[in-house]
């Protein structure tokens, strides 16, 4: 099996996103490209980097109204993408759309509440809930609108999957043990995520920030 690691190859320079790419193929499961690519390199650097024939999970975390996010949707379509992102906080209507729109073999996947918040950033929201109930909640929606699954911290994946057994889930804000957490919030550790029911975990600095990116891969897989 794959491993179920995701790089997050979050630069904006395509030549070091293949070189990590390539340094570190044998450890993960499929690479991310995100806004920081995506905004400097568009669908065309996508399509380059699928060259490397490594499952593309296309993080565009796209949120606006239902006709806009179907429209960007359908003009991704030709890259094919094996995961896309969408906001639920976008509602219902934007996600059934955004569903509709996107090729049959690409999962569609909704963030719940981004990693790098916590129920202070919640409160300051004037969101009553905090980020369990916020994320059982729009993993609720994203399962009513027919997505394939949900983006939410370790820390929610157990109870996410609980009401969606057969949901994919998606965790980022993953640090190992030592590692640095910078903006994230809510995290918690490849393996505990692993555990907790993640179907993938996405990592970015922990790998790209490393001396060498592919030892630091292999010793994350290596405690999974
Ligand atoms: O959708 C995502 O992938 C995502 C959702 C979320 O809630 N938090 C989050 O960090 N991410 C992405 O996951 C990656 C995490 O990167 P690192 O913090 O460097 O491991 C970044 O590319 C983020 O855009």
Known sequence: MRSPVFIALDTPDI?????????????????????????????????EMAALELPIFLDLKLHDIPNTVAKAVQALRPIRPAILTVHAGGGRAMMEDAKAAAPIDTKVVAVTLLTSLDGEDLHDMGVASDPHDQVVRLTELAKLSGLDGVVCSGRE????????????????????????????????????????????????????????????????????
């Open 157 to 224: 994946v157990k109870a996410a999957k609980t009401i969606w057994p057969d949901g994919f889930f998606v965790v980022p804000g993953v640090r190992p043990a030592s590692g640095k957490t910078a903006d994230q919030k809510r995290t918690v550790t490849p393996a505990d995520a692993m555990h907790a029911g993640a179907s993938i975990i996405v990592i970015g600095r922990p790998i790209t920030g490393a001396d060498e990116p592919d030892i630091a891969a292999r010793a994350i897989e290596a405690t999974l």
């Open 15 to 47: 030549e070091r996103a293949k070189t990590i790419a390539s340094a570190v193929r044998n450890h993960v499961g499929g690479i991310k490209l995100g806004l920081e690519f995506f905004a400097a390199n568009g669908p065309d650097g996508v399509k």
